[in-house]
């Protein structure tokens, strides 16, 4: 890796990938906070026309020019063919694998992720108003009707209420702090989902006010359980 001045590298001409003002903002802000993180990830340069020519990279050289950085971290990839060149520029904007959004929504805070640049699925908002065009994620549901303990996971719910317990604060603000617990309460939503379809009107009625199971996204918004964002691609996508 080498630290190389802006000017003298070169943008790659007719670069397919392209980022909205929004996600451009985005990866502004991961580069001015982590400098270190585009240290570990050079722009990828090519000498094959004589010049230096970003292949990989673009939208971070971009950024880097828009932040007023004189210089950018880079790693040169001697004899290239013009082959191989086209097919690194796709490949580096590939992002392979999938996100487990169960994991994500019990154990990650929503507004770092969307202030990180993590492609929220079925949300869209245009022109920060509310849409219902939602495409929903659908669950293949087993013939087996999971038992209630499989829904949730209690473990860290239950060591916040013993820390909570133990505490020296008083009794009000233990029963505040109570009801907060319940946010670290872990739920399976493909198991929540087969729950559902095995389970009767009344049950699903209640799991449906509980937003467990969202069927009717006008009635969710209406009641606050749905907030709707601009659909935002992972940092890993839109640097390229």
């Known amino acids: 890796m080498e630290y190389k001045k802006i000017s003298e590298i070169k ?3 007719n670069n397919p990938r392209t ?3 929004r996600q451009f903002k985005i990866l502004c802000t991961s580069i001015k906070k982590n400098i270190d993180y585009f240290e570990a990830r050079p722009l990828i340069l090519s000498d094959r026309t004589g010049e230096l020519v970003v292949i990989a990279g673009n939208q971070r050289y971009k950024a880097a020019e828009h932040l007023g950085l004189k210089e950018v971290p880079t790693y040169l990839m001697k004899n290239l063919t013009e082959e191989t060149e086209r097919e690194i520029v796709i490949r580096d904007n ?3 694998g999938d996100w487990d959004f169960d994991l994500l929504a019990n154990e990650w805070d929503t507004e770092e992720l ?3 640049g993590l492609d929220i699925p079925n949300i869209n908002l245009a022109d920060e108003e509310y849409t219902t065009k939602i495409e929903s994620p659908i669950y293949e549901t087993k013939e087996v009707k ?3 303990i499989d829904l949730y996971n209690l ?3 239950n060591k916040l209420i013993e820390d909570i317990d133990k505490s020296d604060i008083t009794e009000d603000e233990k029963k505040f702090l109570y009801l907060a617990a319940g946010r ?6 493909s198991k929540i989902a087969d729950y559902y379809a095995h389970s009767n009107e009344a049950v699903q009625s209640l799991m449906e006010d509980s937003a467990l199971i969202i069927i009717d996204y006008k009635k969710a918004i ?4 749905v907030k709707l964002y601009e659909t935002l691609e992972t940092l890993a996508d839109i640097d390229g």
Do not use: A, K, T, V
Request: proline residues 4%.
């Open 11 to 13: 943008l790659l001409e």
């Open 114 to 116: 969307e202030e990180w």
């Open 94 to 96: 590939i992002s392979n």
């Open 222 to 225: 209406d009641r606050g359980f």
């Open 146 to 148: 999971p038992l209630e």
């Open 19 to 21: 980022i909205s003002d």
């Open 155 to 157: 473990q860290n719910y």
């Open 184 to 189: 670290h309460i872990e739920f399976s939503y």
